[in-house]
């Protein structure tokens, strides 16, 4: 697993990996000096961004697809077989891919983490980061009325799944 360990999107995967001790070899790609713009990183994920699960030849490179990937490898019960219950875990991810994470790592935390995300002007900067808090908070609320506020211990009932993993980065 090539991964940073402040990664949002690495974490997740870390997380599931040494929960579960799961034999994967973890090699830390610097996110801060760029290493994931350099070869041989920027070859082996054409996003270059972390995760990417190497497993002998074959290559994924999204976070939300290594944990389904590792989960079914290991036969772990975090994803479900059940297709009621795996569409269930599969809504959670998609929806903190496609709702959440959006705002939150693009409008929050990146154009302060990274410096290729600044906006080009402080007032820019400011805006953008007012605005990602804003919609933030609206999923925040989602997340805490709608997904958790039904007296689940997890995200999908009373069972960890991959989705609460991938949640918590």
Request: zero cysteines.
């Amino acid at each position: 697993l090539y991964m940073h360990p402040v990664s949002n999107t690495s974490r997740p995967v870390l997380m599931f990996i040494r929960d579960n001790n799961l034999p994967v070899q973890e090699e830390v790609v610097d996110l801060m000096t760029g290493a994931h713009h350099q070869e041989p990183y920027a070859s082996l994920n054409p996003n270059r961004m972390v995760p990417t699960l190497v497993d002998g030849d074959f290559v994924l490179t999204e976070s939300s697809a290594i944990l389904k990937y590792l989960a079914d490898k290991f036969d772990l019960p975090a994803y479900p077989k059940d297709l009621k219950k795996r569409a269930k875990v599969n809504e959670l991810m998609d929806w903190f891919n496609t709702n959440f994470y959006r705002d939150y790592a693009y409008g929050v935390v990146y154009p302060q983490v990274f410096p290729h995300h600044k906006r080009p002007s402080e007032e820019v900067q400011s805006a953008t980061i007012a605005w990602g808090k804003e919609l933030s908070r609206k999923w925040l609320q989602v997340l805490n009325d709608h997904w958790l506020g039904k007296g689940n211990r997890y995200l999908t009932g009373d069972e960890i799944t991959i989705a609460d993993y991938f949640g918590a980065g």
